[in-house]
Nanobody, 120 residues
Framework: QVQLVESGGGLVQPGGSLRLSCAAS????????MVWYRQAPGQQSELVAT???????NYADAEKGRFTISRDNAKNTVYLQMNSLNIEDTAVYYC??????????????WGQGTQVTVSS
């Protein structure tokens, strides 16, 4: 089995920064796409940023220039550096990973989420 554990969430004032981490562990041969999603109260989940194994990244339009996704393949960890946070960034942030677990099988895994609250 594979586990994803997010950390780094918390309470921050508008304009502040946070760095989220998502560490994958378990029976992992390799990890392909790693993705950060978020879900605000009463709203649907939305994609925040993606990172391919080669390091190619993509961002939702609202996060371009403010958020940076990066990853350490040796540690099976993806990060999300969030700057210039505003109230609309308040949400539970989830990590998702496309994992090859055997030579013939790959599967999709989710973390439990980490709460980010932006408030003065």
């Amino acid at each position: 089995q594979v586990q994803l554990v997010e950390s780094g969430g918390g309470l921050v004032q508008p304009g502040g920064s946070l760095r989220l981490s998502c560490a994958a562990s378990g029976s992992i041969l390799s990890i392909y796409l790693m993705v950060w999603y978020r879900q605000a109260p009463g709203q649907q989940s939305e994609l925040v940023a993606t990172s391919s194994r080669s390091g190619r990244t993509n961002y939702a339009d609202a996060e371009k220039g403010r958020f940076t996704i990066s990853r350490d393949n040796a540690k099976n960890t993806v990060y999300l550096q969030m700057n210039s946070l505003n109230i609309e960034d308040t949400a539970v942030y989830y990590c998702n990973a496309d994992v090859r677990i055997t030579n013939f099988r790959r599967a999709d895994y989710w973390g439990q989420g980490t709460q980010v609250t932006v408030s003065s």
